[in-house]
């Protein structure tokens, strides 16, 4: 029986793994799972799921929790960030972290600290942290499986060949909800539009990060990361469709593709049972419905987030850390009506000019960057 951690086991990532692990009870088992504050939802989890451990956010949640688990068998509890980490720290096969933002830096490095895989839905964590992390999965043996759709892809498609064979590693992008707007119309998005993404179902953040394309440039960096990947062979392509979700082309002009339906419970399902394949009951690709399949190069004139994402990697440092810790506080200004959505990247472009970024020897000079940028990034969308 393999043992997993769902840290993030309420959001959207989460709630699917659960799918996942539901559906492989045979053979897979939630011991440890962590959530927020949406406590209604993790009490159902725990009942549904009998996990040896659980996290939450702070001492209220906790409470409410225990209220919520009443009679029910109840597991240890752990509070806050140094709860998050012990949980990580717990000696599970897997560690799944959809932790989002820059709080997934430290169980990141606990999981594979430890040699356990680390099934990564948090992108940010490699994007501020990169470094240290791959580093130390290198040291102590751990596997990195990434679930992000993009960079699962990128890791099947690398099974065909060596990395000296790789040409490009091609991310897809579906171009977001406003690929088809002018500038101009571009300064008029609401928030309510910035969250219908035409293809997934993800959580607020990321969905606005699919708008501004800025999640394909963390997609970037991370590719970089994991792949080894030298900034000038990563190539990003609008595909609408999102059916090629990226592709390897090698030396030889042989390129390979990995094609499946809008499903995340599919390379969720392949990081926890990787390397083999399992048939579970998800909708399967239907070539009938598609005729045709189109590519068109990323606009980074209307969607400037994606260059600076991409130059912030070149740069190298604590830069990628600051754009991060800029771009979460702009969404969130965004999502509360503070600032425009054309906004979004003037924050984040503003709070790289006026940070020094350097460089970092140790994560907690990331973690202490990341704070430094994050009140930048308040002071500038104050003001905007």
Same mark, same amino acid.
């Given at each position: ?14 709630? &699917? ?6 559906? $492989? ?6 011991? @440890?799972? @962590? ?7 993790? %009490? +159902? ?8 451990? #659980? ?9 409410? =929790? ?17 709860? =998050?980490?012990?949980?990580? &720290?717990?000696?599970?096969?897997? @560690? ?24 990564? %839905?948090?992108?940010?964590?490699? #994007?501020?942290?990169? *470094? ?6 290198? +040291?102590?043996? %751990?596997?990195?499986? !990434? ?24 991310? *897809?992008?579906?171009?977001? !909800?406003? &690929? ?11 928030? +309510?539009?910035? $969250? ?15 708008? *501004? ?37 090698? #030396? ?55 260059? $600076? ?15 991060? /810790?800029?771009?979460?506080?702009? #969404? ?14 003037? @924050? ?28 930048? /990034? ?7």
């Amino acid at each position: 029986m393999q043992t997993v951690a769902v840290l993030g086991s309420t959001g959207a990532i989460g709630t &699917r793994t659960l799918e996942v692990v539901a559906a $492989l009870s045979d053979e897979v088992r939630a011991s @440890v799972l @962590v959530a927020g504050r949406n406590m209604s939802l993790f %009490a +159902e989890q725990v009942k549904r799921f009998q996990p040896d451990l #659980v996290g939450v956010a702070d001492e209220e949640a906790r409470e409410h =929790l225990l209220l919520l688990l009443g009679g029910a068998p109840r597991p240890e509890v752990l509070v806050g960030d140094d709860g =998050l980490a012990a949980c990580a &720290r717990y000696q599970t096969d897997v @560690v799944v972290n959809a932790v989002m933002g820059a709080r997934g830096i430290r169980p990141a490095l606990e999981a594979v600290r430890r040699g356990a895989r680390l099934a990564l %839905a948090n992108k940010e964590c490699l #994007v501020a942290a990169g *470094t240290f992390i791959m580093a130390t999965a290198r +040291e102590s043996g %751990a596997e990195v499986i !990434p679930v992000d759709s993009e960079h699962c892809a990128l890791f099947q498609c690398m099974l065909a060949g060596g990395h000296a064979e790789v040409e490009q590693w091609i991310l *897809t992008a579906s171009g977001g !909800p406003f &690929r088809a707007l002018s500038k101009g119309d571009l300064e008029h998005v609401t928030v +309510e539009d910035a $969250l219908r993404h035409p293809n997934w179902s993800m959580g607020r953040k990321i969905t606005v990060d699919s708008a *501004t394309l800025m999640n394909k440039g963390l997609e970037v960096i991370e590719a970089h990361h994991l792949f080894n990947a030298p900034y000038d062979k990563i190539k990003v392509l609008v595909h609408p469709e999102s059916i090629i979700h990226s592709m390897v082309e090698y #030396v030889d002009g042989s390129v390979m593709a990995q094609l499946a339906t809008h499903d995340m419970r599919l390379p969720i399902q392949y990081a926890l049972t990787y390397p083999q394949r399992v048939n579970l009951p998800w909708p399967k690709l239907d070539f009938a419905q598609y005729n045709q399949l189109s590519f068109t190069e990323p606009d980074t004139e209307r969607f400037p987030s994606l260059r $600076l994402a991409i130059s912030a990697g070149r740069a190298g440092g604590l830069a990628p850390c600051v754009l991060n /810790a800029a771009n979460e506080i702009a #969404v969130e200004a965004f999502l509360q009506g503070s600032i425009t959505f054309v906004q979004i990247p003037a @924050v984040v472009e503003r709070t790289l000019d006026s940070v020094a970024a350097g460089s970092a020897q140790t994560v907690d000079e990331v973690l202490a960057m990341d704070r430094q940028a994050r009140e930048h /990034a308040r002071r500038i969308a104050s003001r905007l």
